[in-house]
Structure formats: structure tokens, C-alpha cells
């Protein structure tokens, strides 16, 4: 095997390793049947325009945000889940994904889609965006290694961004034009969540975007934890 060839294997092989194509498979120990929330969670997102994955610590939350995340930004949906029965979006996107702080974000939102800080200062990108296809981040001022933008390519050819945010910035850092999809890892403030909700909605030349929250209930009974209650359980 020439040396020409042996790279264009590894590189597959290396790309096959990503987690964007092993999340969710067809068979073996990880397969999608055995993750029925999070595949209802997903599917939900073909009519609803708000879903909630709300439940304990360490079953997968921020992993599905982060999954379908990178599927809008990057739209390989048959590359990467030809089984995917959720919302899908025939062009690039524009997504926000935001969590409490600049540091939480970067700590969790932010090494979920590119992997760890030190990943990201050797612009290696382990997480769930597929390495070679992260065109360019650019830096946030004031937090150490954490990215502000996120620049996705699209299979369209085109770009998709993705904005990292955080509710410390206040409601003024979310207001703006319309956004496609918006990812809350984390119970965000009311007045946050309703620009959200403004980002999103249909207008004459915007088909409406989503949101997804993926979050624990360490606040209690909250209104917008109400708000994805049963109301018999509000």
C-alpha cells in the first residue's frame, strides 16, 4: 500500500472515530433502542418548536443537545443519522448555545462540541463536531481558552455559526435577528428564555427555528419548568 494510500485510510478510520458517527448506532453496546428518551426527545423537534430534556445528572443531556446541535450546523444528517426523524433543515443554520456563565459554558457547552480546553488551544476539536469540519473559532475576551463563534462547514458548501452565550451576559446579549436553533444547557432566567422564544418565531421569510433545553431541575418547580410539565404534575 503506498504511502498516499495508507493516509487516506487512517484519515477515514480517524474520521470514523468521531462521535458525531458513533453516537446512536444501529447495533452494539450503545445502540439508539436503548436510549427511547432521547430518541423521543429528537423526534419531538419535527413539530414542536420548544423540547425540554429535563432530567438527573448523568444520563446523556448535554451529549443530545450537543448531538443535534452538530447535525443542524453541519447538515450531514444521512451521513450521520440516516435513521434521524427529527426537525431537519435544508440549508445552513445559525445556532446560539448557551449556560450560566462564560466559564460553565466553556467547561461544558463549549467541550462538548469541540472537546477540552487543551483540545481547543491545539486546534485537535475532539468533541461532537467533526474535526475537519470546523472551519474557524474565534476567542472571547475575559474568560481563558473559552470560544466566542464556532464556524461550521456546512454540506452545502456555506458556513454555519454557532454563538456561544451565557446568561450572565443578561438579556441584552440575546436579543438580535432571527436564530434557527437555540441550545440552553442549563435552566436559563425568564426574560432570557422569552427572547429566545422571539429568536425563533416563524415571520414572512423565516420558516421558525427551535429551542432545546437540556437541563436538571435544581431550582425546583420553576414557571418554565411548569411550562414542560403535565398539568397534572404542575
Not at 440516516?82 to 445559525?94: A, D, E, I, K, L
Request: contains cysteine; neutral net charge; hydrophobic residues 40%.
Amino acid at each position: 500500500m503506498s504511502v498516499a494510500i495508507h493516509d487516506l485510510v487512517a484519515e477515514a478510520q480517524r474520521r470514523a472515530a468521531y462521535k458525531l458517527a458513533t453516537y446512536y448506532p444501529e447495533t452494539g453496546p450503545y445502540r439508539r433502542a436503548l436510549y427511547p428518551k432521547h430518541l423521543q426527545f429528537f423526534e419531538a423537534g419535527a413539530v414542536h418548536r420548544e423540547r425540554c430534556f429535563m432530567a438527573a445528572n448523568r444520563i446523556g443531556k448535554t451529549g443530545a443537545g450537543a448531538y443535534e446541535v452538530a447535525l443542524h450546523a453541519t447538515g450531514a444528517y444521512d451521513q450521520y443519522a440516516p435513521w434521524w426523524t427529527g426537525r431537519r433543515f435544508p440549508h445552513p443554520v445559525t445556532t446560539w448555545a448557551a449556560g450560566d456563565t462564560s466559564k460553565t459554558v466553556r467547561d461544558i457547552v463549549q467541550a462538548a462540541l469541540l472537546g477540552s480546553v487543551e483540545d481547543v488551544q491545539r486546534r485537535l476539536f475532539t468533541g461532537m463536531l467533526p474535526h475537519h469540519l470546523v472551519a474557524h473559532v474565534s476567542m472571547k475576551q475575559g474568560t481563558n481558552d473559552a470560544v466566542e463563534t464556532i464556524w461550521v462547514k456546512h454540506v452545502s458548501g456555506a458556513l454555519s455559526p454557532i454563538y456561544l452565550k451565557s446568561y450572565d451576559q443578561r438579556r441584552e446579549a440575546f436579543q438580535g435577528t432571527a436564530i434557527h436553533v437555540i441550545w440552553l444547557d442549563e435552566e436559563s432566567p425568564e426574560d432570557i428564555y422569552t427572547e429566545c422564544l422571539l429568536r425563533t418565531a416563524e415571520t414572512s421569510d423565516f420558516a421558525g427555528g427551535i429551542i432545546l433545553l437540556t437541563f436538571t431541575p435544581l431550582m425546583g418547580v420553576t414557571p418554565l419548568v411548569q411550562t414542560f410539565l403535565p398539568k397534572s404534575a404542575a
